[in-house]
């Protein structure tokens, strides 16, 4: 039973966002939600995730890239592309105004995740990057909304799990928005020091 879990979650960290794996009495369940598909696996193809050879686990994970379930990486975006994403959603922004942006994650965000988590250094490079270009640019100069949409978007893209927060402060009123992935913020959650309660949480693609 314990290889039979760890082949559960050995198969999770591999599938592609638009994937969930359902634990079944004779094997598992792969729910493909983007095309609306279903595959199934017998529990001694699961359990080869955790115990079975190198040569039969490359076979398992082929035949799921092949049927488009699992994806050999994670997408990864240069630091140039960082900069236009973070243009275009500041336009967004200023165009239709942050309310209606929200709204419009659902249609780039992925509204699932991967079950294995950013690490440290891919969230700090990202962080890092988001707010270079930041803080670089007259045009975005700093603006903590569009930080925050374009590291959430980046994120779900990328099928790691990520949270959007809009919070408030009373004395004095101010408004801020941040993302959280990994127990990392982007931006701070708590710039220059002043805590702001949060009003509202997105993590699935819209509010």
């Known amino acids: ?15 592609s966002p638009h994937c969930r794996v359902t634990r079944m009495s004779d094997g598992a369940l792969i729910a493909d939600w983007k095309r609306t598909r279903f595959l199934g696996l017998a529990m001694t193809e699961v359990q080869k995730f955790s115990s079975g050879t190198p040569e039969e686990r490359a076979e398992l994970v ?16 240069a630091d140039v592309g960082v900069g236009l994403w973070l243009g275009g959603v500041h336009l967004l922004i200023r165009a239709l105004g942050f309310g209606r942006v929200l709204r419009l994650l659902s249609l780039v965000a992925p509204g699932y995740a991967r079950a294995d988590l950013p690490s440290a250094e891919e969230l700090g490079r990202l962080k890092r990057a988001v707010q270079s270009h930041s803080s670089r640019s007259w045009f975005v100069n700093g603006d903590c909304k569009s930080e925050a949409v374009t590291a959430f978007v980046l994120l779900r893209r990328c099928g790691l799990k990520a949270v959007l927060h809009v919070g408030v402060r009373e004395h004095p009123f101010a408004l801020h928005a941040w993302t959280v ?15 702001f309660t949060p009003v509202l949480s997105i993590d699935c693609g819209g509010p």
Do not use: Q
């Open 1 to 15: 039973m314990a290889e039979y879990v760890d082949g559960l979650a050995a198969m999770e960290r591999i599938l």
């Open 62 to 77: 082929i035949g799921l890239m092949r049927a488009g379930c699992a994806t050999g990486r994670r997408r990864k975006y």
């Open 181 to 195: 992935s990994g127990g990392l913020c982007i931006p701070d959650a708590d710039p220059r020091g002043h805590a």
